[in-house]
């Protein structure tokens, strides 16, 4: 085909998204308000840092403690029960605790599972005896004295992941584990989970783990260096000072003892929230607070795969757990038994409010299009953005039918864009939502965005794309 015709054409069909889009703003042009109280930070880890309990395992996909608290405030819940289908770490199943409020998380990733159970445990357990083991094993350092090691089960993509002074080191710890008691062995095994990636040659870079070229693994044509790497015991005893410092009621509860108030309880659900939200009661929960994956290509089975080895997954469970995600990758393939899981009437709806979405089937066809011209950097790209928003819309019909009328959704994510067409997943979300039976109240939009990726900016030049925040209420009909 003539590379002319080929470049007016796409031109042609970005041109009928753009509309399509413009038109779907409008609609929501009066629910989509700057947020001057919110930033970048809020929405994301960095603002846990420094929290107690909540900094013990950097997850950098969740977001804050404090934006959850934010939230509570703006929403006025004072009591009831809060859920979270897709937990992460549990930001907002403990923060809503602190409050008093009993909350429901549902995971599928067994890292983010692991730090939920471990911190749930460490906060309802014996508190004194636990500080006692971290007291010992800070000073004694008994890994130090093991004769013995547990191997390392490195997967794949985790070989060579490590200087080769620290995975014996690693590998003592792990068997001095065997010598403590189950509660305390997993609070120290979890310590060293969490160090993980300090002590690696990789870094967490969304779609892939980046490689520091000391491994010996070629990955780019640019060598990236990661800076300075702790050795184990270094960044070991740091975490252990880390989680016993945290360790108190006055630290890990500061919620309850400003407030008098009795802390919440809190259920961990492991597994998809596609299988996993379909038997849940009718009109059981009063709010609802999350954050799902985005449709931006991230692969957490890849930059968790340390993490992942370590909590002993294997490489059929991993691409199990890929393929059970919510579709963000250009790996997922259409899942099947869908139709199983779900009743028929929300399986009709949300079926019917994906297929009738303009905005979204037009982007669909643009991309395919793409596709069949060999235009789009990657072919899987409209699979998955096609299968996200028919997974999402399942999602967001189930917590229509899970929710009490009058209570909130609120949910975080951006918008993303592919081949040069913007898509805005704020707004399709909550054309989705409208039809569910919520009424949308507002879209927060953060004052600052993000950019698009090089390889976007270069063919289509720089578009700042919206951060959001929606907060959809469940009508009375």
């Given at each position: 085909m003539d ?7 796409v031109q ?5 998204v ?12 009066d ?9 970048r ?16 395992f ?10 959850v ?8 819940l ?23 409020l ?7 990733l067994?890292?983010g599972?692991?730090v ?12 004194a ?9 800070r ?29 014996p ?20 095994r ?5 160090v ?7 870094r ?41 410092a ?30 996993l ?6 009109a ?8 799902p ?10 930059t968790?795969a ?24 250009v790996?997922?393939?259409?899942k099947?038994g869908?139709?199983s ?22 982007i ?12 789009l950097?990657n ?8 299968n ?8 967001i019909?189930?917590c ?46 953060l ?13 289509h030049?720089?578009?700042e794309?919206?951060?959001?925040i929606?907060?959809w209420?469940?009508?009375?009909d």
């Amino acid at each position: 085909m003539d590379h002319k015709i080929v470049t007016q054409a796409v031109q042609n069909a970005l041109e009928t998204v753009q509309k399509r889009n413009a038109a779907l703003e409008a609609r929501f042009a009066d629910k989509l308000k700057v947020n001057y109280q919110l930033n970048r930070q809020l929405v994301s880890f960095q603002a846990n840092k420094n929290k107690p309990a909540y900094r013990w395992f950097r997850y950098k996909e969740s977001f804050s403690e404090a934006l959850v608290q934010h939230l509570l405030d703006v929403l006025d819940l004072e009591s009831g029960r809060v859920l979270d289908p897709f937990a992460g770490v549990g930001t907002a199943l403990f923060a809503a605790s602190e409050r008093g409020l009993d909350a429901t998380g549902i995971e599928l990733l067994p890292v983010g599972c692991e730090v939920m159970e471990v911190r749930q445990q460490a906060q309802n357990g014996d508190v004194a005896a636990l500080r006692q083991v971290l007291e010992r094993w800070r000073r004694e350092r008994p890994w130090k004295q093991m004769q013995s090691a547990k191997p390392f089960a490195h997967l794949h993509i985790t070989r060579q992941a490590f200087p080769e002074e620290t995975q014996p080191e690693l590998e003592k710890y792990l068997a001095a584990l065997e010598l403590e008691t189950e509660s305390a062995a997993r609070l120290l095994r979890f310590a060293a989970m969490c160090v993980l990636e300090d002590i690696s040659y990789t870094r967490k870079d969304g779609q892939y783990l980046r490689w520091d070229h000391r491994s010996g693994r070629r990955q780019g044509n640019k060598p990236f260096h990661k800076g300075r790497i702790a050795s184990f015991d270094e960044a070991i005893t740091h975490k252990l000072d880390e989680i016993y410092a945290d360790l108190q009621p006055s630290r890990l509860l500061p919620g309850f003892f400003d407030n008098l108030g009795q802390q919440g309880s809190i259920e961990i659900l492991r597994g998809s929230c596609l299988d996993l939200l379909p038997p849940l009661e009718t009109a059981s929960f009063d709010g609802l607070i999350t954050s799902p994956p985005y449709a931006n290509r991230y692969d957490y089975t890849r930059t968790y795969a340390l993490e992942l080895a370590f909590l002993g997954v294997g490489e059929e469970e991993i691409r199990a757990l890929r393929q059970a995600m919510v579709s963000c990758t250009v790996e997922n393939r259409a899942k099947t038994g869908l139709a199983s899981s779900f009743s028929p009437e929300v399986l009709a709806r949300a079926s019917a409010a994906f297929t009738n979405q303009q905005a979204l089937q037009t982007i669909l066809n643009y991309l395919e299009w793409q596709k069949e011209t060999k235009t789009l950097n990657n072919a899987g790209i409209p699979r998955m953005v096609s299968n996200y928003f028919y997974e999402l819309a399942l999602v967001i019909f189930e917590c229509a039918r899970v929710l009490k009328p009058g209570a909130a959704f609120v949910m975080v994510n951006d918008n993303v864009r592919y081949g040069g067409a913007t898509i805005p997943v704020d707004l399709i979300l909550s054309d989705f939502a409208e039809q569910a039976g919520f009424s949308v109240e507002v879209i927060w939009v953060l004052p600052t965005g993000k950019g698009n990726s090089s390889q976007q900016m270069g063919a289509h030049g720089r578009e700042e794309l919206r951060k959001c925040i929606y907060i959809w209420r469940r009508r009375n009909d």
